[in-house]
C-alpha cells in the first residue's frame, strides 16, 4: 500500500484513532497535513514524523466552524498545492443525560463536528481532486450509525448522515475520486476513557462481543490505509466495520 509523493489532510489527527492513521499514512509514504484546534498538538506530531523522516505540517481547525473548514482548505493547497486524500476523523459523542435534556446548542455542534464539516470538506477537496485527476475520501463514522443507543441520538444520526454523505460525494465526484466510510466499534482513545477502560465494558465487550474487547487505535489504520491505496481502486461508497464485531454483538 505505497502512498509516496501523495499528500493528505486529516482532521482531528492529533489524537487517539487520528494521531494513529496519520502515522500509518507517513509510513505508507504519504505527506500529512494534520488538523486539530489545538495546533501545540498538532505541531508535535509533525515533529515526530519529521524526526522519523516523514514530511507533515500543523493546521489549528474547529470541524464546528464552516469557515475553519475554507481556511484549513486554503492552507493545504498553500502549503502541498492541494490533496490526493481526506480522512474526515474529527468527531465528537457526547454522552447527554437525556434526549429531553439535549440542548440545540449541543445538537447543532454534534451535527456540524461530525457533518456539516465531513460535508464542507468533502466539497471542497473533492471538487479539487477532480480537477487534479484523481484521489480519495474516507469518512470515520461509528458502528453507532447503525446501532444507536439512547443518550447518543444526535451523535448516532449525524453518523447515518455521514454514510450517507459517501454515497453521494461517491456518486458525485466518481469515476476520478473513490469515497468510503470505516466504522469503528469501541476503540481505547482518549475520547472514549470515561467507559471503555471500565470493568464494565470490558466484561460486556468479553461476553457479548465476537472479539471480547475494545480496539487499539492501530487497529484503524490498515483500514483507512487500504481504503485510500491503489489496492482499492474498485471500491467506493462502501462502509467497512473495524467494531471487532461489535455490529453483530449479542448486546
Ligand atoms: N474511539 C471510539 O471508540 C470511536 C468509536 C466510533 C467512532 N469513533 C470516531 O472516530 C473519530 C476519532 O475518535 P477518537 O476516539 O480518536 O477521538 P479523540 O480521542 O477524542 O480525539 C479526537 C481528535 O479530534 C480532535 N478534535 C476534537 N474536536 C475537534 C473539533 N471540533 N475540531 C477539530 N478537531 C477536533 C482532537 O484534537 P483537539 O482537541 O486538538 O481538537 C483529537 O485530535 C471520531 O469521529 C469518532 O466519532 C470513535
Not at 490533496?83 to 454522552?95: F, H, Q, R, T
Request: charged share 20%; hydrophobic share 45%.
Amino acid at each position: 500500500m505505497d502512498l509516496t509523493g501523495r499528500v493528505a489532510v486529516i482532521t482531528g489527527g492529533s489524537r487517539g484513532l487520528g494521531r494513529a492513521i496519520a502515522l500509518g499514512l507517513v509510513e505508507a509514504g504519504a505527506a500529512v497535513a494534520v488538523a486539530s484546534r489545538k495546533l501545540e498538538s498538532c505541531a508535535a506530531l509533525v515533529a515526530e514524523i519529521e524526526a522519523l523522516g516523514g514530511r507533515a505540517s500543523a493546521h489549528a481547525f474547529d470541524a464546528a466552524s464552516w469557515e475553519d473548514c475554507d481556511r484549513l482548505f486554503a492552507e493545504v493547497t498553500e502549503r502541498w498545492g492541494g490533496a490526493d486524500i481526506l480522512v474526515n476523523n474529527a468527531g465528537k459523542s457526547p454522552v447527554e443525560p437525556s434526549s429531553l435534556e439535549t440542548s440545540q446548542a449541543a445538537f447543532d455542534v454534534i451535527l456540524a463536528i461530525n457533518l456539516r464539516s465531513p460535508f464542507r470538506l468533502s466539497a471542497l477537496f473533492g471538487a479539487q481532486m477532480v480537477a487534479r485527476g484523481g484521489g480519495a475520501i474516507v469518512n470515520v463514522s461509528s458502528s453507532g450509525s447503525r446501532k444507536a443507543e439512547p443518550y447518543f441520538a444526535p451523535y448516532a444520526a449525524a453518523k447515518a448522515g455521514l454514510n450517507t454523505l459517501t454515497e453521494s460525494f461517491a456518486k458525485e465526484y466518481g469515476p476520478t475520486v473513490r469515497v468510503n466510510t470505516v466504522m469503528p466499534g469501541p476503540f481505547h482513545t482518549d475520547g472514549t476513557k470515561t467507559w471503555s477502560r471500565s470493568k464494565g465494558f470490558a466484561e460486556h465487550a468479553r461476553k457479548n462481543q465476537p472479539l471480547g474487547r475494545g480496539g487499539e487505535p492501530a487497529e484503524i489504520v490498515g483500514a483507512v490505509v487500504y481504503l485510500v491505496s491503489d489496492l482499492a481502486s474498485y471500491v467506493t461508497g462502501a462502509c467497512l466495520a473495524v467494531d471487532g464485531g461489535h455490529l453483530i454483538a449479542r448486546g
